[in-house]
């Protein structure tokens, strides 16, 4: 019944798309819809004198990685803040904290997926390492990072295994132009969202749908297409960007013109 689906992996957008029958947009985060501005009108500054490397991991923190973050900093006269440790003076930093000392970081280690989001949105050069947990949840975890980095034409910054040495420079030009794109990409879906009041064609549940395929035949604009959902059974499939909002598909729907019948019987 929800007239919009979405998904921010596009693995995930084609297993809804295969499981539904109908379209499924593959869009960005949210948080990366937001830019780098806002986002740092957002924040709020802590008490950092010197520069640091900013370690963030959900997960367990390989020692190895802690080891080489220490060698690194002590070469650099950089701190380092380890941000999920209980032990740092940081670790009850609140949302506007979080972003600043992405923000402020020369570089980031994280394990995490927003971490390496704002790392990117931002433009903070950074590592996104892959999560110790268990194997399915490790799959999850990965799959969503590999889509962020691939996205974004920064895979070389996804480390799956072991990190001989920290690179502290990242190109981001490339990136921000896959940011404006993928931010109009997203703010495009959103607009059609909110300004469609109703997508009457999805007033009628799966299981009511004969599969006749007239919504199809009277559309103008040929947005909809007739496939076959995960059961075999055909249902409409509304390529929205095309739609006009016309409602021809719901007037030409016998289904929906019979309840409507049916409704207005009962009022009467």
């Not at 040495?165 to 495009?188: P, S, T, W």
Request: aromatic share 10%; with cysteine; glycine share 4%.
């Amino acid at each position: 019944g929800f007239p919009y689906l979405s998904c921010r992996e596009e693995s995930g957008a084609k297993v809804i798309s295969r499981i539904t029958g109908r379209n499924c947009e593959n869009i960005i985060d949210p948080t990366l819809a937001i830019d780098a501005q806002t986002w740092r009108a957002f924040s709020k500054p802590v008490t950092q004198e010197r520069p640091y490397i900013l370690m963030f991991f959900l997960g367990a923190v390989p020692d190895y990685l802690r080891q080489l973050a220490q060698q690194e900093a002590k070469k650099r006269d950089l701190e380092v803040i380890e941000l999920s440790s209980v032990k740092d003076k940081h670790f009850l930093s609140d949302p506007q904290n979080f972003v600043w000392l992405i923000d402020h970081a020369e570089l980031v280690l994280t394990d995490s997926f927003h971490g390496a989001a704002f790392s990117i949105n931002l433009n903070t050069p950074f590592y996104v390492f892959s999560r110790s947990a268990e194997k399915e949840v490790e799959n999850r975890i990965s799959s969503r990072i590999a889509a962020l980095t691939d996205k974004f034409c920064v895979s070389d910054r996804y480390v799956k295994e072991t990190l001989n040495a920290l690179d502290f420079f990242c190109c981001f030009e490339r990136v921000n132009a896959i940011l404006e794109e993928e931010g109009k990409h997203f703010q495009n879906y959103l607009d059609r969202c909110l300004s469609q009041k109703s997508l009457p064609v999805y007033d009628l549940p799966d299981r009511h749908c004969t599969g006749c395929g007239l919504c199809g035949q009277a559309c103008p604009s040929g947005c909809i297409k007739m496939e076959f959902d995960a059961e075999g059974f055909l249902r409409p499939a509304i390529d929205h960007s095309q739609c006009i909002s016309c409602t021809k598909c719901v007037s030409a729907c016998p289904v929906l013109h019979e309840e409507k019948i049916a409704i207005n019987e009962l009022q009467q």
